[in-house]
């Protein structure tokens, strides 16, 4: 799968070589080819992963004057299923951070929360006897490719870097997206 994106190109590469999941439910697909969901948004978001095993997608955010950038430049998406468009970084390699923390999103339209999946199984096997399951058996993998290749770590609160990101977004994402899906805005208050 060749992209307009040398780092989700080399995801790809790394992707193609790892048995099971190294972040839960994140599966690539192919860039730019459905809306997501979003069928008003389409000209100006990129679609590139599944960020849920129930049809959230990660997308590129494509801002006035951004044509022609590199994608993974450009801030990330969280589109939910069940409803609600939430920036989640402020371009790819910030969502690798989250997405290599192994924590798993929950969404809503007025929330995007990621939540550490092992330890509330390790919690319950502490109860009961549990299978030990783990979401994406290939994370440390993926955390070593990750420091390997750009020097990066993976996110220790993944909630932090999301609310970063939509902070320091959040005017022209609602200026944005406002018209084109107010209830987009309930996850701020409308603000």
Request: aromatic share 12%; net charge negative; charged share 30%.
């Amino acid at each position: 799968m060749q992209t307009p994106a040398p780092t989700l190109d080399l995801l790809a590469e790394f992707d193609a070589g790892v048995d099971g999941y190294y972040a839960p439910d994140f599966e690539l697909t192919e860039f730019g080819h459905d809306d997501g969901g979003y069928p008003q948004l389409s000209d100006r978001i990129r679609p590139f992963a599944q960020a849920t095993g129930s049809g959230s997608t990660y997308a590129f955010w494509l801002r006035d004057g951004d044509d022609g950038a590199d994608p993974a430049s450009l801030p990330v998406l969280f589109l939910c299923d069940d409803g609600g468009v939430h920036v989640v970084a402020r371009d790819l390699p910030e969502l690798l951070r989250v997405i290599a923390s192994g924590w798993t999103p929950m969404a809503g339209w007025d929330y995007l929360d990621y939540f550490d999946e092992r330890e509330e199984e390790a919690d319950a096997d502490d109860d009961e006897a549990g299978d030990g399951y783990d979401p994406c058996p290939a994370n440390e993998e993926f955390r070593t490719w990750l420091r390997d290749r750009f020097g990066l770590e993976a996110a220790e609160d993944p909630n932090a870097v999301v609310r970063t990101a939509g902070d320091e977004l959040w005017e022209p994402f609602a200026a944005w997206i406002g018209p084109l899906i107010p209830d987009a805005l309930s996850a701020r208050g409308g603000r």
